[in-house]
Each structure stands twice: as structure tokens, then as C-alpha cells.
């Protein structure tokens, strides 16, 4: 069976475009033109993924996501957006969005955020992790849960607290935060985590992962406690309790 996507694009030349190039791909796509008539279609037939526009009349890309996320529904969510700055990115982020495309954008990038987000709709198996590797200063306590630095992570249920507090994660924030758990107190390099997240590596330019591993630190950050998530500046990333 194909993979369907729900796109809502009020831009009729750029919904007509991408619908096709989708269908060409082998995707089985339903297109509207605004956010009412993409959370109609959410519920009428749930997707395997949504691509929103952002500006859209009436209820924008944002609310639909909102909407969604409120309701429970974790289905991936890649935004399109003619907004550049990290602030507008984050407003998407926090709405619950897991990626994003800026327009104008070549038509082969949506494919290959759309794959690395369809796999991500199962558990995503992470080297020198697992029940079968070595985990490091992680610790696994059973198939489905994993530790390190205070985090404790459910993979099942798909839910992580620090210490007695919940966090409310997004699917690629939850995935981020799984393989620096999994991987604590190991420096992660960018190209690594590039391809470990989203599948391929945006290049030395790139903004995307800074952003997340920022917005990432907003929510596993407590006054007093220590940084979790460490810069190892020209190289990467690196978990551990200071």
C-alpha cells in the first residue's frame, strides 16, 4: 500500500505542483487548500504524514498542528515556510511540527525529509545502543525504557521525564534526545547526528540541528540543576550531568 500524505497549500500553483510531483513518487496524496479542510481530512482519514503550509487563510499551518498534538495525534508533520528566522521556526517547533521546508525549495528535499520521517513512525535503532550493543554510561532497564543524566526515556509509549517531570516532546525532539540518552557522554559529531535524525546531512551551513538541540535544552533545562546537553564547539553534541 502507498504511503498517503495530507497536503494543505492555499497557494494553488505550488499544491497543484507538489501534489503531482508526490504522486509521481508513489505517494497517495490528498490536497486541499486551507487548515479547515486539512483537520476535516485528519480526522475524516488519518494520514501516515502532513505537510502544512504555514500561511494559510482562516486556520494556518500552526493551528492545524496545535490542534493535532492537543488532540493526541503524533502523526509527522513537515511545515512549509516562507519565514526564515529561528524565532519562526521555533513558533513551528513548539506547535508541534517535527521539520521544516523553507520556500522557495527544491522539490527533492521534501522527499528526503518525507522518508526520514516516515522512519521514524517505528523505533529507530541507534549504534553502540539497544538491548543488543553497548549502551555506555546509559542504562537499559528493560526492552522498553532507557537512562542516563537524570532522563529517563519510555521508547514504547514514547515518553521522557527528568527526574519527576514530564516532557512534552515532539517526535524528532524525542528521537534526538533517545540517541544522545543512548549515547551519554559520547561526543556526537553533526554529520552523525544529521544522519541519525533526519537521514542525510544538511551540510556545514545548516542551521536545523542548533535549533532543535536549542529548543531541546529550554525544556530539559531547571533553575539550579546542571546543563544536560553539552556544545564540544567545531564538533557536536555530548549528554552528561556536570
Same mark, same amino acid.
Given at each position: 500500500?502507498?504511503?498517503? /500524505? +495530507?497536503? #494543505? @497549500?492555499? *497557494? !494553488?500553483?505550488?499544491?497543484?505542483? $507538489?501534489?503531482?510531483?508526490?504522486?509521481?513518487?508513489?505517494?497517495?496524496?490528498?490536497?486541499?487548500?486551507?487548515?479547515?479542510?486539512?483537520?476535516?481530512?485528519?480526522?475524516?482519514?488519518?494520514?501516515?504524514?502532513?505537510?502544512?503550509?504555514?500561511?494559510?487563510?482562516?486556520?494556518?499551518?500552526?493551528?492545524?498542528?496545535? /490542534? +493535532?498534538? #492537543? @488532540?493526541? *495525534? !503524533?502523526?509527522?508533520?513537515?511545515? $512549509?515556510?516562507?519565514?526564515?528566522?529561528?524565532?519562526?521556526?521555533?513558533?513551528?517547533?513548539?506547535?508541534?511540527?517535527?521539520?521544516?521546508?523553507?520556500?522557495?525549495?527544491?522539490?527533492?528535499?521534501?522527499?528526503?525529509?518525507?522518508?526520514?520521517?516516515?522512519?521514524?513512525?517505528?523505533?529507530?535503532?541507534?549504534?553502540?545502543?539497544?538491548?543488543?550493543?553497548?549502551? !555506555?554510561?546509559?542504562?537499559?532497564?528493560?526492552?522498553?525504557?532507557?537512562?542516563?543524566?537524570?532522563?529517563?526515556?519510555?521508547?514504547?509509549?514514547?515518553?521522557?521525564?527528568?527526574?519527576?517531570?514530564?516532557?512534552?516532546?515532539?517526535?524528532?525532539?524525542?528521537?534526538?534526545?533517545?540517541?544522545?540518552?543512548?549515547?551519554?557522554?559520547?561526543?556526537?559529531?553533526?554529520?552523525?547526528?544529521?544522519?541519525?535524525?533526519?537521514?542525510?546531512?544538511?551540510?556545514?551551513?545548516?542551521?536545523?540541528?542548533?535549533?532543535?538541540?536549542?529548543?531541546?535544552?529550554?525544556?530539559?533545562?531547571?533553575?539550579?540543576?546542571?546543563?544536560?546537553?553539552?556544545?564540544?564547539?567545531?564538533?557536536?553534541?555530548?549528554?552528561?550531568?556536570?
Amino acid at each position: 500500500m502507498p504511503q498517503t /500524505v +495530507l497536503l #494543505a @497549500e492555499d *497557494d !494553488r500553483a505550488i499544491r497543484h505542483a $507538489l501534489e503531482r510531483a508526490l504522486t509521481l513518487e508513489g505517494y497517495q496524496v490528498t490536497a486541499v487548500a486551507d487548515g479547515v479542510e486539512a483537520l476535516a481530512q485528519a480526522h475524516r482519514n488519518p494520514p501516515d504524514v502532513l505537510v502544512l503550509d504555514v500561511m494559510m487563510p482562516g486556520i494556518d499551518g500552526l493551528q492545524v498542528c496545535r /490542534v +493535532l498534538r #492537543a @488532540e493526541g *495525534d !503524533r502523526t509527522p508533520i513537515l511545515m $512549509l515556510t516562507a519565514l526564515v528566522e529561528t524565532a519562526d521556526r521555533i513558533a513551528g517547533l513548539d506547535a508541534g511540527a517535527d521539520d521544516y521546508v523553507v520556500k522557495p525549495f527544491d522539490v527533492e528535499e521534501v522527499f528526503a525529509r518525507l522518508r526520514a520521517l516516515l522512519r521514524r513512525t517505528s523505533p529507530v535503532s541507534v549504534p553502540g545502543g539497544g538491548p543488543e550493543g553497548p549502551v !555506555r554510561e546509559a542504562q537499559v532497564s528493560s526492552d522498553r525504557q532507557v537512562e542516563a543524566a537524570g532522563l529517563r526515556m519510555d521508547l514504547q509509549a514514547r515518553r521522557a521525564w527528568r527526574g519527576g517531570r514530564e516532557l512534552e516532546l515532539t517526535r524528532t525532539e524525542f528521537e534526538l534526545l533517545e540517541l544522545l540518552v543512548r549515547n551519554a557522554g559520547i561526543v556526537l559529531d553533526h554529520s552523525t547526528i544529521y544522519d541519525r535524525i533526519w537521514g542525510y546531512d544538511f551540510g556545514p551551513g545548516s542551521k536545523n540541528l542548533a535549533v532543535y538541540v536549542g529548543y531541546l535544552r529550554r525544556k530539559l533545562d531547571e533553575p539550579g540543576a546542571p546543563q544536560l546537553i553539552h556544545t564540544v564547539r567545531g564538533v557536536g553534541y555530548v549528554l552528561r550531568e556536570d
